[in-house]
T-cell receptor, first 109, second 115 residues
Framework: KQEVTQIPAALSVPEGENLVLNCSFT??????LQWFRQDPGKGLTSLLL?????REQTSGRLNASLDKSSGRSTLYIAASQPGDSATYLC????????FGAGTRLFVKA | SAVISQKPSRDICQRGTSLTIQCQVD?????MFWYRQQPGQSLTLIAT?????????ESGFVIDKFPISRPNLTFSTLTVSNMSPEDSSIYLC????????????FGSGTQLSVL
């Protein structure tokens, strides 16, 4: 049974810092992994999708990597801004889609 | 990509009543998914809705409590029936679509509070 863990559960950083969010999964037989952003009380906005055959994807200040053999993905946010404050979730897609519990990020101005 | 309109965005309901949540997609999709997100928790899949057939419910969710309609390829509803305070959650609809690789898209969510 696939289990997805996100560490840290919460993170507070000053504006301008580069930061890394982690997503671990127990079963490496995945189709792809998707990172989302969720603002309080809202739906999920897709940030990046990495296919199982890929190592990383980039969009603007965001970079996501995938290491299937070790069951890990990281989301790197460069030069963080207060507007990046949100919860970040990873979703591991195999036979079923399993979500992590998320990392709550607060970027201080 | 897919744009999903979900409504209502939030509601406050009395115990014992029912609420129907609507989800409209801007393109035809085979499957639509309904999720629940309880306070401080991650997403849990309630059911998968295919057009023309009954929804498939996940363990712990039953049709009597969460009836789903899927009248066409762009629309679905989820009803939360006979509500109790434990039903207070965010409810989200989702689709998976794309060329080659399917990507998940979500509606804006319905924040439900049951008094």
């Amino acid at each position: 049974k696939q289990e997805v863990t996100q560490i840290p559960a919460a993170l507070s950083v000053p504006e301008g810092e580069n930061l890394v969010l982690n997503c671990s999964f127990t079963d490496s037989a995945i189709y792809n992994l998707q990172w989302f952003r969720q603002d309080p009380g809202k739906g999920l906005t897709s940030l990046l999708l990495i296919q199982s055959s890929q190592r990383e994807q980039t969009s603007g200040r965001l970079n996501a990597s995938l290491d299937k053999s070790s069951g890990r993905s990281t989301l790197y946010i460069a030069a963080s801004q207060p507007g990046d404050s949100a919860t970040y979730l990873c979703a591991v897609v195999s036979f079923k889609t399993i979500f992590g519990a998320g990392t709550r990020l607060f970027v201080k101005a | 990509s897919a744009v999903i309109s979900q409504k209502p965005s939030r509601d406050i309901c009395q115990r014992g009543t029912s609420l129907t949540i609507q989800c409209q997609v801007d393109s035809q999709v085979t499957m639509m998914f309904w999720y629940r997100q309880q306070p401080g928790q991650s997403l849990t899949l309630i059911a998968t809705a295919n057009q023309g057939s009954e929804a498939t419910y996940e363990s712990g969710f039953v049709i009597d409590k969460f009836p789903i309609s899927r009248p066409n390829l762009t629309f679905s509803t989820l009803t939360v029936s006979n509500m109790s305070p434990e039903d207070s959650s965010i409810y989200l609809c989702s689709v998976a679509t794309g060329t080659g690789v399917e990507k998940l898209f979500f509606g804006s969510g319905t924040q439900l509070s049951v008094l």
